[in-house]
């Protein structure tokens, strides 16, 4: 297949709504998906290892804490956008075993024909809704689950429940990790009840963001790192200080206060994520 021209923009109706693939000015090569003009990914072709989004990059600092560097993994991609993680992993831990599900069959085919995974990549991807295709897997099958599905710009509420978050640790192996990527704002209602809810099920976990966020001062995303043993705090919040958007990591006490006896989640009371403010994805890349 030949390489996209770095001039190209394509805008394709798919079962989500629009998705746009916009050519990042900055990079050659690299490309910015957006859907219903909220930007979904970003992939870098030419470098696979290179994360635009700060979010991906503190969930890119999980997986490379979770076994020692070039281990290969197996891993479960809940939410599948353009695949940046997936081709992240392929490249940083060759001979990882790694599926993706992804609900929008019209986006996988756009990202499969427009923005190809790398020739080495054990990828596969299947169409389906994440929590059905979560119920038919082996328990203990996987080292990493990762959890990032947006409806447009919201979790749905069957993936924000007790239940699902149950079968999302039945999957993964003794000393496996679920990292999901939370989006929220002011008053972080959200974002403390799904924390309080993945602890019910796997209670050693951390959350990284961006102070402002963890204050609540702003909309954005948080990463809960969550499993059955401890996660690497000490290095998770090295790295997060040293990105190019700091962040912090709450754990232990820090994390208790920020969840502030938020009640747990089950299927009888689970509502979509909230909303992000209008306009806040006016200006796109």
Known sequence: MGRRRDTDRTAVQVDGGLAELVPDPDRPGSYTLLLDGAPQSHVDLDDPTHLEFEYVRRIASAVDLAAPAGTPLRVLHLGGGALTLPRYIAVRRPGSAQRVVEVDGALVELVRRELPLPGQARVRVRVDDARAAVATMRDASFDL????????????????????????????????QLLVNISDGPPLRYARAQVATVRAVLPHACLIADAAVLRGRRHGNLVLVAGRGEPPVAELARRAAGDWFPGRVLHGEELNRFTGGAAVVHDSDAVDSTAPPQGIFNVRR
Not at 147 to 174: C, K, Q, Y
């Open 145 to 176: 689950v990762v959890a990032d599905v947006f409806a447009g710009a919201r979790t749905p509420a069957h993936l924000t429940s007790v239940e699902f978050a149950a079968e999302a640790a039945r999957v993964l192996a003794p000393g496996g």
